[in-house]
Structures are given as structure tokens and as C-alpha cells.
């Protein structure tokens, strides 16, 4: 079977032929269908996030699948079913407790508890099959056989904006404003979810794109407010449009965690998301150190999603708008064609690689 995979040492993705896996006592064999590509698998190829596995000169790519269960295998499983696999799978010798009580997403990074496959110390599922742990499959709907690879990044943000919210639980709330810092597509699908939420009356969106651009019609297509960060850093955002209620930077440019305290209103809280490098900055330490507190303001950092996320976002993918899902998905392509599905042009929002097609049972 083909599989899409970075070797040690290269720079882009390469189809090789792997044998197809055999699925372990407990596991399943999924055929996959799409595998979403993201700024993750971007940083993951250029080796600036994750890592092979143990031993391995090369890894299978993709953390955004939806696929087909083959083989169930004795488990619960039923073949035919359209799942969405997690993308933290349990590591050999590691705490276990965290799966099973489906808060993998909340194990510290590097203790050993797991991996991410397709990102750090295990396989991807940029394959045409896959096995999986039975747990980590959660189903979709059949309708979503063709977008269900979506699901995963907007678990990503559905976890974030849960955190952000139970940061603030302790008081009455009432958002109105949110800003969004970056506009790549866990950007987007996060002022997707944002604009189907009755709460939030004004959206921005901040990128350092000129029109025209697709991004941006995005943005326009959402009534959003896009904010160019070369005109209107995101410290001058409260003052050049108003302070913002919440947050959600996914730009993984380090400023912007630090002046995102800025650009909140009193009450407000920042999601963080994006991974950036080591990069060393002034940062006017009192100032943000007196705002957060004289302000009750909250930053929250969140990674990865579990189950209940990836269901909920199976939800939210079935309410968001057909058009914004058209828009924000600008190819998907074969194995063969992995420069275009691995392309970071301007023209280009979220790709897909299609490893099978689905077949209604
Ligand atoms: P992406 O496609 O690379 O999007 C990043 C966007 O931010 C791009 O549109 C980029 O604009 C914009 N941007 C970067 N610096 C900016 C600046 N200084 N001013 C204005 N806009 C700026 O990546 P993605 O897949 O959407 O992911 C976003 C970030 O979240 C990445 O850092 C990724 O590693 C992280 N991430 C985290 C999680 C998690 O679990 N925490 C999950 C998924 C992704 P241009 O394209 O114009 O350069
Ligand atoms: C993935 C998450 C993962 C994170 C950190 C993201 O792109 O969607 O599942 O935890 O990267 O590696
Ligand atoms: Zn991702």
C-alpha cells in the first residue's frame, strides 16, 4: 500500500510502499479515506516540531484523518463505520491513566505518556490503511466521509474555546467580541465556530494579507473585521477598534501571546494555540504583569483535543455553513500530487490528500 512519509535528513513528503499493517488484539484496521494538511505537518517536515519514532529514519505524515473501519478485528467496532481516529495514541510503558480517562490532551509534552502520530514518535495516518487502538476511533456521521477530516482541527478549537470558557466560569460572563490572530485554517474554522456562536456579536480576524485574497473573503464572507497586523499591531487593537472579550491567536507568532494581553477587555481571555520556535524579545514585564491582574484578565494555553472533542466538532462541522467548508478546503489531491497538497501559497487555505474513496455500503 502507498503511504506518505518524511525521511530523516529530506524536506518534503514522499510516497513509499509500505506492507499493509496487521491490526493488533484491540486494534482495528482503518481504511483511510482523506488526510487534512496543516501549519503542524508543515513544521513537522521542515523538522522544526515532533520527531520520528524511536529508532526510525522515516515517519508516515497526517493527524487529520477521517476513514473506513475495515476490520474490526473483535472489537466493538462496526466495519463500514466512518471514524475519526485521535491523534495521541498511548506510548509503551507510559501512564495509561490519561486514555483511559480520555484526557490524553491534558498529559504533559515529553513525559513519555504518549505520542502524536504523525508528529512526534509514531505513524501517521497518511496511509491508505492504518491500524488502530479501538479507543482512539470516534464515529462520524456517513455524510461526513468526505469532509470528517476537518473534524480533528476543529476539535483543536472547540477544546481551546471550552478552556477559555471555564476560565472565566467563575463570574457572569457576557462575551460580545472575539478576535481571531491568524488566518491559516485553524483560523478560519475557529471564526467559523465563533460566528455560529449567538454570543459573540462582533468578530475580527487578524492576518498581514492584501486583498484580494481568500483568506479574506473568508473573513468578509464570516461579517468579520479583518485587522492587518502591519497597520494595526494586535497591542493597538483595543484602542484602534475595542478591547476584545476573547481572544483565540493561532498565528504561533510569540508576540502575539504577549500582546494579546493587551488587546483584551477587562474579564477577557486569551486562547493560545499556536507552537512557535525559541525566539528571545523585550517584553515590558510590569505592564502586562499589572494588566493581567488589575484587569482579571486570563491566558490559557491549549493543545491536541480528545473524544469528546472530536465528537463535538463532528457536531459543529454539521452546522457550519456549506459555502465556508468550500471555501476554507482548496484541494484535495492524490499521493502522487503532494507538492500541491503541501503547498503554503497565498492561493492556498486547507488541502486534503485522498488516500481512498468511499464506498456506501
Ligand atoms: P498556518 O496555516 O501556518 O496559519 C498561520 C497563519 O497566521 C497564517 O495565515 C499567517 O499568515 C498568520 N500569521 C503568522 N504570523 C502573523 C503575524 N505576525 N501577523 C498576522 N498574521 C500572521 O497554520 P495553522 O495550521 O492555521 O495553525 C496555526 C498555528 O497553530 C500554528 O502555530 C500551529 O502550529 C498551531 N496549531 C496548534 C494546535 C494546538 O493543538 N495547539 C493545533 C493545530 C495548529 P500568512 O499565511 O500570510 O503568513
Ligand atoms: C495537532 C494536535 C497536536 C498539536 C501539537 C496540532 O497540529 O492538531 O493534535 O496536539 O499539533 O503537536
Ligand atoms: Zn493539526
Keep these: ?11 518534503e513528503p514522499t510516497v513509499v510502499e509500505q506492507p499493509r499493517p496487521e491490526p493488533a488484539p484491540d486494534e482495528a484496521l482503518v481504511r483511510m479515506l482523506r488526510v487534512g494538511v496543516d501549519g503542524t505537518d508543515r513544521e513537522v517536515v521542515r523538522g522544526a516540531h515532533g520527531g520520528f519514532p524511536s529508532g526510525a529514519d522515516e515517519m508516515v505524515l497526517g493527524h487529520e484523518a477521517v476513514g473506513v473501519v475495515a476490520d474490526a478485528n473483535g472489537t466493538d467496532l462496526t466495519e463500514g ?16 491513566s490519561w486514555f483511559e480517562r480520555d484526557e490524553a490532551d491534558m498529559a504533559p509534552w515529553g513525559s513519555g505518556d504518549f505520542h502524536e502520530r504523525g508528529i512526534a514518535g509514531a505513524d501517521g495516518y497518511m496511509a491508505e490503511y492504518v491500524a488502530c487502538p479501538a479507543p482512539s476511533l470516534v464515529r462520524l456521521p456517513p455524510e461526513q466521509a468526505g469532509d470528517g477530516f476537518l473534524v480533528e482541527p476543529l476539535s483543536i478549537a472547540v477544546k481551546a474555546l ?11 460572563w457576557q462575551p460580545e467580541s472575539a478576535m481571531v490572530l ?3 485554517s485553524l483560523g478560519l474554522l475557529a471564526l467559523g465556530l465563533l460566528d455560529a456562536d449567538s454570543r459573540f456579536d462582533r468578530l475580527y480576524c487578524l492576518g498581514r494579507r492584501d486583498r484580494p485574497d481568500p483568506t479574506l473573503d473568508v473573513v468578509d464572507g464570516l461579517g468579520a473585521t479583518y485587522v492587518d497586523s502591519r497597520e494595526t499591531p494586535v497591542e493597538t487593537v483595543a484602542d484602534v477598534h475595542e478591547p476584545m472579550d476573547l481572544v483565540f491567536e493561532a498565528t504561533g ?13 477587562a474579564g477577557g481571555v486569551g486562547a493560545l494555540l499556536g507552537v512557535p520556535e525559541d525566539w528571545q524579545f523585550e517584553v515590558e514585564g510590569g505592564h502586562l504583569h ?28 454539521a452546522s457550519l455553513p456549506g459555502w465556508l467548508v468550500d471555501r476554507v478546503v482548496t484541494g484535495v489531491y492524490p499521493p502522487d500530487q503532494l507538492d500541491a497538497a503541501f503547498t503554503d501559497d497565498d492561493t492556498t487555505i486547507k488541502t486534503a490528500v485522498e488516500l481512498n474513496e468511499y464506498e456506501e455500503r
Design 162 to 172: 471550552e478552556h477559555a470558557e471555564a476560565a472565566r466560569s467563575a463570574f457572569d
Design 182 to 184: 491568524g488566518n491559516g
Design 1 to 11: 500500500m502507498r503511504a506518505v512519509v518524511v525521511r530523516r535528513g529530506e524536506r
Design 290 to 317: 499589572r494588566e493581567l491582574v488589575l484587569n482579571n484578565k486570563a491566558l490559557v494555553g491549549s493543545v491536541n483535543s480528545n473524544r469528546r472533542h472530536l465528537a463535538a466538532a463532528s457536531s459543529r462541522l
Design 81 to 96: 463505520a466512518v471514524v475519526v481516529p485521535t491523534v495521541r495514541t498511548p506510548a509503551a510503558g507510559g501512564d495509561r
Design 253 to 265: 507568532y510569540a508576540r502575539h501571546a504577549v500582546e494579546t494581553v493587551h488587546a483584551l477587555a
